[in-house]
């Protein structure tokens, strides 16, 4: 009975030991990372150029990314736009007109056709060039009819196939579509990716070297005080935990202060953009990463600042291994 | 509790710091090392500490040979150990309390068990009033005690001093070496490198005694 009692007593102050041993832990981690956070405010100067530097390396990617995603959407519209212009030969009737209206509007690849009469093509022509008195002293109407037809399919591929099988038809003398600054445009898309991934790797990189920089500074300046923790029992895990939350709150706080900068930029570059696009006939909302944009970047700033502390201190660790 | 055989310790493949060096410490001894500087009590100590490992030889303490640790068991066998420094190397940036808690704090102890003992051994060398004091604030004798109590607060079964005395006053160090006497007397297993010859001879301990990297004497033995 009273053998059976201590047992009990004695699982269950081994299991409170373990709960005790988890919750020391997660205190020592937050005290770890409440410490980090005050040493780097007791340096304000240099951590703010430090967080500054950091900006600076991510802004530059983030906002060309945020500038290559406007250009997309401008990109899509653009191509949502492309269309054939189907002229006919100067010989054809109204009738042969009308005819060939049905038959391209039966195709399964057309999305809709309308139909320009010569009489129409001059009008506007009349319109457009503001040529009216010289044009109407011809005495016989120079434009063949036209139509004008918008395809189901926008990629490059289904217009040019598209436009092959209209010049075929009857009567048909051009189809005209303007494909090649449609394809340079992707082709320039894809090369705006690339450049933004590069830059984003190189910079990255540039985030790491700074942070790594200023943690093997710190590291140089409790140089003192990992020698006396390693030789009471410290495991490299524990010498490094401090300056890894170094690392990790001056990766945060320089992706914090880059989406500051990246805000304000966009806000003053916004208007000359809104208007130049507004020239053109287009519309034009101001770019933003958006929330989950904001956080990724956040994400990712906070895990090089990791990174590059933890190379810093794993260059000096490793100089401390006995001979 | 510490087995050295024939431990000999080269640095740089030339200078041979330590040559064939034997002896034992039973549990619960306390010993002093002597020697000139440069005689190789640094070395042992550097090699207990596993600061070091031997280029010949095979030190065993507490059942662990130390020539086969691996970088990743040394953490754990350093807990074993307590260790005080000549220089007591203190943290200037942190109260007496939280220098003392260090131990305790990397083996992962919960706030109340590290109060509890950092108050315990701060009672022991008989500083608990200043637990709040930044160590600049305090005497060097009171500072080489502080770094007693942080060597002692996870009560440790094997006790190593550097010089423990090698700043103090002889009314300091006869207190410090006191202090030492009852760790001792409650069962630590206690080794000091010391040059202090005069107070060594007070204290009627066994002496090993190192010159030119050779055990040259090993005195006072079961006394």
Request: with cysteine; glycine share 10%; charged share 20%.
């Amino acid at each position: 009975m009273k053998k059976g009692r201590r047992t009990r007593q004695g699982a269950r102050n081994q299991q409170s030991s373990f709960e005790r041993q988890r919750l020391a832990w997660q205190a020592h981690h937050r005290q770890t990372a409440r410490d980090a956070l005050h040493r780097l405010k007791q340096r304000p100067i240099g951590t703010a150029m430090t967080l500054m530097a950091i900006a600076v390396a991510l802004v530059l990617p983030a906002a060309l990314w945020l500038l290559l995603g406007s250009a997309q959407v401008l990109d899509r519209n653009l191509s949502d736009t492309a269309q054939l212009t189907v002229y006919m030969t100067p010989s054809a009737s109204d009738v042969d007109a009308s005819s060939l209206l049905e038959r391209v509007r039966a195709r399964d690849d057309v999305g809709s056709v309308t139909l320009v009469t010569p009489e129409q093509g001059l009008e506007q022509f009349q319109k457009t060039l503001g040529l009216g008195d010289a044009l109407s002293g011809l005495d016989k109407n120079p434009l063949p009819a036209a139509l004008i037809v918008k395809p189901v399919t926008q990629t490059p591929e289904a217009v040019s196939a598209l436009s092959l099988a209209l010049k075929q038809m009857p009567k048909v003398d051009e189809a005209q579509v303007d494909m090649q600054w449609l394809e340079r445009l992707k082709q320039l898309s894809t090369l705006g990716q690339r450049v933004v991934l590069s830059f984003g790797a190189l910079f990255a990189l540039g985030v790491i070297l700074i942070v790594g920089n200023t943690i093997r500074l710190s590291v140089e300046n409790r140089r003192e005080e990992i020698e006396v923790i390693t030789l009471i029992g410290a495991t490299h895990a524990f010498v490094r935990r401090p300056f890894l939350y170094s690392g990790a709150w001056l990766g945060l706080g320089g992706g914090i202060a880059s989406l500051i900068l990246l805000a304000a930029g966009m806000a003053w570059l916004s208007a000359p953009l809104t208007a130049l696009a507004e020239s053109y006939g287009g519309q034009w909302a101001v770019p933003s990463l958006g929330f989950e944009g904001s956080l990724f970047l956040l994400i990712v700033s906070t895990l090089l600042g990791w990174l590059g502390a933890f190379i810093a201190v794993g260059r000096h660790l490793s100089h401390m291994t006995p001979k | 509790m510490i087995a050295f055989e024939h431990v000999g310790k080269r640095y740089g493949g030339r200078f041979e710091a330590l040559a064939d060096v034997n002896f034992r410490l039973s549990r619960g001894e306390m010993v002093f090392l002597t020697g000139h500087s440069g005689a190789g009590k640094s070395s042992v100590l550097k090699l207990l500490t596993c600061l070091e490992r031997p280029s010949r030889g095979r030190i065993v303490v507490a059942g662990h040979d130390l020539g086969r640790l691996g970088n990743a068991q040394i953490p754990f066998y350093r807990r074993q150990l307590g260790v005080v420094f000549q220089n007591h190397q203190l943290l200037f940036d942190r109260s007496v309390f939280e220098n003392v808690a260090l131990p305790l704090s990397i083996q992962g102890f919960t706030a109340d068990e590290v109060a509890r003992r950092v108050r315990a051994a701060l009672d022991k060398v008989g500083l608990l009033h200043r637990e709040k004091a930044l160590p600049i604030e305090l005497s060097g004798g009171e500072q080489q005690r502080i770094g007693i109590a942080r060597a002692v607060v996870h009560k440790p079964a094997l006790l190593l001093a550097d010089e423990p005395t090698g700043n103090l006053d002889p009314q300091l160090s006869a207190d410090i070496m006191r202090l030492f006497e009852d760790f001792n007397r409650i069962g630590t297993t206690v080794l000091i490198a010391s040059h202090d010859l005069a107070l060594i001879a007070r204290l009627k301990h066994r002496v090993l005694r190192l010159r030119e990297g050779r055990l040259v004497g090993d005195e006072g033995m079961g006394s």
